[in-house]
């Protein structure tokens, strides 16, 4: 039972144009949300976060929206650049008693030059 | 600074073998974190440390799994009796706060084939 939800597996974008990556979720006691970019055979490496107080949160080229009512958000990076390219793996916690990070499967990113 | 290292980086076991998989975490991290990540899969929690306390270990797939972090520093993964749903990338991540859920540093991992 997949409470995060990252359906689309791969996306391909022309550099400088923008990226959307989207994650829905199941689960409505998850309050916050996270981003994590990973490169082959490196671990992953935290990008951006948003809590479920807001619906929005922006860090340079990056910004993630997040929707509560449709349990859904997503990542918007402008400009893409070619180093842009790799794996973004979205991901959620209820920040209470016994959490963990609940990650989705993953959305392979390339950014054309 | 050192980040967080994961040895070997590669291990191929034959089904039946035990396997222990290290991590070392950034110095001074007092939480500790096991992921297994399978193909095309996102990573799944395993377990969760506080210094030399293993507080959560719901995760754990099965009692062929244990962990330990003795002295609160480095830790241990170890599976008996390797199966061939136990391939998989093993993620181990550090956090410099108690909890520390949203400020993991992740290492690369150690990738196992079982046979």
């Known amino acids: 039972d997949q409470q995060v939800k990252q359906n689309s597996p791969s996306l391909s974008v022309q550099e400088g144009r923008i990226s959307i990556l989207n994650c829905d979720y199941t689960?409505?006691?998850?309050?916050?949300f996270l981003w994590y970019k990973k490169y082959p055979a490196e671990g992953p490496t935290f990008l951006i976060s948003i809590s479920s107080i807001k619906d929005k949160n922006e860090d340079g080229r990056f910004t993630v929206f997040l929707n509560k009512s449709a349990k859904h958000l997503s990542l918007h990076i402008v400009p893409s650049q070619p180093g842009d390219s790799a794996v973004y793996f979205c991901?959620?916690?209820?920040?209470?008693?016994?959490?963990?990070?609940?990650f989705g499967k993953g959305i392979t990113l390339s950014v054309r030059p | 600074g050192a980040g967080v290292s994961q040895s070997p980086r590669y291990k191929v076991a034959k089904r039946g073998q035990d396997v222990a998989l290290r991590c070392d975490p950034i110095s001074g991290h007092v939480s500790l974190f096991w992921y297994q990540q399978a193909l095309g899969q996102g990573p799944e929690f395993l377990t969760y440390f506080q210094n030399e306390a293993q507080l959560d270990k719901s995760g754990l797939p099965s009692d062929r799994f244990f962990a330990e972090r003795p002295e609160g520093s480095v830790s241990t993964l170890k599976i008996q009796r390797t199966q061939q749903e136990d391939s998989a990338v093993y993620l181990c991540?550090?956090?410099?706060?108690?909890?520390?859920?949203?400020?993991?540093?992740f290492g690369p991992g150690t990738r196992l084939t079982v046979t």
């Open positions: 689960n409505s006691m998850f309050d916050y």
């Open positions: 991901a959620a916690i209820s920040t209470g008693a016994n959490s963990k990070l609940t």
């Open positions: 991540a550090s956090s410099l706060v108690v909890g520390g859920w949203v400020e993991q540093y």
